[in-house]
């Protein structure tokens, strides 16, 4: 399984309809594709902090590396990506992408 974590640098004035927006349209695709599953996003509580410039997010399960290639040629997906990073303090400089290899349940 691989866990694709987003972390987002949002610009302080950003549009939090949008986020909302595009957050709701990125559930979809991931709902729509298989192999994709467990979309989660909210605001970084950072109670370490250890991220304050980062202050919202979302991760995002994968059965397999094939099933991210799906998701992120995924037209639907590109389109809300391009409006997230319009959010974002420098543009696509202010997201954040960590994708975490796990084993699978059964491997365990």
Known sequence: MIRHCVML??????DTAELAAVMD?????????????GFIHGPN???EAKSPSYPYGFTLDFAAQ?????????????????????LCVD???????FDLETPDAADQ
């Open 9 to 14: 640098r949002l610009k302080p004035d950003h």
């Open 25 to 37: 349209g990125l559930g979809a695709v991931a709902d729509r594709l298989s192999g994709c599953g």
């Open 45 to 47: 509580r950072d109670f």
């Open 66 to 86: 094939a099933d991210l290639q799906r998701y992120a040629s995924d037209e639907t997906h590109q389109q809300l990506g391009a409006r997230l990073v319009a």
């Open 91 to 97: 543009g696509a400089e202010g997201v954040l992408v």
